[in-house]
């Protein structure tokens, strides 16, 4: 699987988007991006996933650049309680069943 | 609510114990796994079974043992503990094997030896 970068924390204003970046140069063509949080040693949550094309949910926005090399998940209006670890991963989408390789994540800090 | 239930939330033993970890998948997925996170090694996969049997093997000890049972429930069994051993594991659970389909995680086991 991909290797991906993220920054290791970032701080959002109440009621602001948050943009969170992924790089992931490496990205093969059968590879999804995947983005998951993990709140206080809680088990991570799921958001969003994608291929090629921007994905919106009840939760977030997934923006793949063109060339994949590099995404963006966007909380729309981030509250206190999005305040966690995030978390992007690179995984392929066919063959084999494969398990999900976490980095560092981003500590997003949603401050009052 | 992810719907993988994992049981159970806290345990605390010695070390050279051995405790079994369970865990049950969402309602119609196939596939478990299981990840251990310790404060200086980060989420590491463990180990995955799909429909019964094992698919995929992480970086589990050799101490460390798992099945999933016909019913789908899944058990993590840890034998001769070592203070090492004392992170959060945690259950995840996907309607398939298939790399495409998210999974979903539990709440986690916090195991603690002492």
């Known amino acids: 699987d991909a290797k991906t970068t993220q920054p290791p924390s970032m701080d959002c204003a109440e009621g602001r988007a948050a943009n969170l970046p992924c790089n992931h140069s490496?990205?093969?063509?059968?590879?999804?991006v995947y983005w998951y949080r993990q709140i206080h040693s809680q088990g991570p949550q799921y958001i969003i996933h994608?291929?090629?094309n921007n994905e919106t949910n009840e939760m977030a926005s997934l923006i793949i650049t063109e060339d994949r090399k590099s995404s963006t998940l966007i909380l729309p209006h981030a509250t206190l309680r999005d305040t966690a670890v995030y978390y992007c991963?690179?995984?392929?989408?066919?063959?084999?069943?494969?398990?999900?390789?976490f980095g560092s994540g981003t500590q997003l800090t949603v401050l009052p | 609510d992810s719907g993988v239930t994992q049981t159970p939330k806290h345990l605390i033993t010695a070390t050279g114990q051995r405790v079994t970890l369970r865990c049950s998948p969402r309602?119609?997925?196939?596939?478990v796994y299981w990840y251990q996170q310790s404060l200086d090694q980060g989420l590491q996969f463990l180990i995955q079974?799909?429909?019964?049997?094992?698919?995929a093997k992480g970086n589990i000890l050799e101490r460390f043992s798992a099945q999933q049972f016909p019913d789908l429930h899944s058990e993590l069994n840890l034998s001769s503990l070592e203070l090492g051993d004392s992170a959060l594991y945690f259950c995840?659970?996907?309607?398939?094997?298939?790399?495409?389909?998210?999974?979903?995680f539990g709440d986690g086991t916090r195991l603690s030896i002492l």
């Open positions: 991963i690179v995984r392929v989408f066919s063959g084999s069943a494969r398990q999900l390789t």
């Open positions: 994608g291929l090629k």
């Open positions: 309602s119609g997925d196939l596939s």
């Open positions: 079974y799909y429909n019964g049997e094992e698919r």
């Open positions: 995840a659970s996907s309607s398939t094997g298939g790399a495409g389909q998210p999974q979903h």
């Open positions: 490496t990205i093969s063509g059968n590879e999804y």
